[in-house]
């Protein structure tokens, strides 16, 4: 079961995957008062730098800084002492224990999400890299690394987030991309997709959302229509 704490305008994250901030901020300016959550990623991070992720935590947005840190631990937790400095809400670090750890102690005031499995991976690509074990079993491997680190929350795809709340329960938030509405034919390179309604019955607290609404030729009525799904879909 998703968390209930949570306001319906913040459960819907903007993924900012665009070239400028100058694009960047018209998409914050035309969803004012609709949605509060933006995720800047690795282009829009390398285009605006801290400062942008300032000027949107000062304008009153929340931020998840998506930067997927994976290195040796001392390494990720230099990083995430600079992250700490700026008022992000969610960051993300690969599921990995000592990793996970040094990233929770270095930054106290963001709330380190876990990446169990990418959705753009299914099983054959995790075959091609080795694993042996069924995805699910490795999103929940990780998902409990992540819980035994002390991190706010995982990003999981909506196929398994079922499965993380029946094994953990509620003590991490489930973050969800890989989310196309029913009327998106486009999934583009995600392999593991649901609509945000599955998202929400299967447990997911938030969705994060990047093409279908960038690419739409109403984006607007698009992220309507995708809070309405997620109105309906909450109990
Ligand atoms: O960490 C993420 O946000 C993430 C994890 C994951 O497993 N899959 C995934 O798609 N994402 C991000 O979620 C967004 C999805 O974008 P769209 O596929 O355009 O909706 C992108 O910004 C991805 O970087």
Redesign the pocket.
């Known amino acids: 079961m998703y968390r209930k704490d949570i306001p319906l305008e913040e459960r819907l994250i903007l993924?900012l995957?665009v070239p400028s901030v100058d694009e960047a901020r018209s998409w914050v300016r035309s969803l004012d008062g609709i949605v509060r959550f933006y995720?800047v990623?690795l282009q829009l991070f390398l285009a605006g730098h801290f400062s942008f992720v300032d000027e949107l935590v000062e304008s009153g947005k929340k931020v998840?800084l998506?930067l997927?840190l994976f290195d040796i631990p001392n390494t990720v937790a230099k990083a995430m002492e600079q992250i700490n400095l700026h008022g992000v809400t969610f960051t993300?670090v690969h599921a990995e224990s000592a990793i996970l750890k040094a990233a929770v102690e270095a930054a106290p005031k963001v709330g380190i999400?876990a990446?169990?499995?990418?959705?753009?991976m299914d099983q054959e690509d995790l075959k091609a890299i080795g694993a042996g074990a069924s995805l699910e079993d490795i999103v929940i491997a990780r998902a409990s690394l992540a819980a035994r680190a002390g991190c706010f929350g995982v990003?999981?795809?909506g196929k398994e987030a079922h499965a993380i709340r029946r094994t953990l329960g509620d003590s991490l938030v489930i973050?969800t991309?890989?989310?196309?509405p029913a009327s998106s034919s486009d999934r583009?390179?995600?392999k593991r997709v649901v609509t945000p309604e599955e998202a929400v019955k299967n447990g997911a607290d938030y969705i994060?959302?990047?093409?279908?609404v960038?690419r739409a030729r109403d984006p607007l009525g698009m992220v309507e229509k995708i809070m309405e799904e997620l109105k309906q879909s909450l109990d």
């Open positions: 993924a995957d995720k990623g998840f998506d997927k993300t999400l990446v169990t499995v990418l959705t753009s990003v999981a795809s973050v991309p890989g989310v196309r583009g390179d995600q994060v959302v990047g093409r279908p960038l």
